[in-house]
């Protein structure tokens, strides 16, 4: 499941290419199944996402196009696979909707697999064990 806040503002087409670059990158890179996709999409005012444009570590100067974009995984992936996950990730929303590479900021948390229930009640713990997400 991905979050994705951004200043509010941004059109319905990047929006759409905003969360299709996510997931393409996620199919290419993070080992997601292409039929695993569950994003929200959060539109803040300039006063209820606050971000240091100026951040150095690795990032900045960002721009009101900053994208914080935050990742719960169903399992732990390595990080080489992580790495080229951030790399994938900024070249695809370089590409769609435009966005510059400093704008973007992933935060991946790993859950365990009795924390997911996909419906019905049922917990996933059996489903992601081989599962991708």
């Known amino acids: 499941m991905s ?3 951004l200043l509010k503002g941004k059109s319905p087409d990047y929006l759409r290419a905003l969360g299709d670059s996510l997931h393409a990158a996620m199919v ?3 080992n997601v199944p292409p039929t695993d996709r569950f994003q929200i999409i959060h539109q803040h005012q300039p006063d209820e996402l606050i971000f240091d ?3 150095e570590s690795g990032g900045g100067p960002r721009s009101d196009d900053f994208v914080l974009i935050a990742i719960t995984a169903g399992k732990p992936r390595a990080t080489e696979i992580k790495q080229a996950f951030y790399r994938r990730l900024v070249e695809r929303l ?3 909707p435009g966005i510059d590479p400093k704008d973007v900021m992933v935060v991946i948390t790993t859950t365990l ?3 997911w229930s996909f419906g019905g009640g049922a917990p996933a713990a059996p489903l992601l064990r081989g599962a991708a997400s």
């Open 3 to 5: 979050r994705i806040s």
């Open 94 to 96: 370089a590409e769609a």
């Open 28 to 30: 290419e890179a993070f």
């Open 53 to 55: 444009r100026d951040y």
């Open 113 to 115: 697999g009795d924390e």
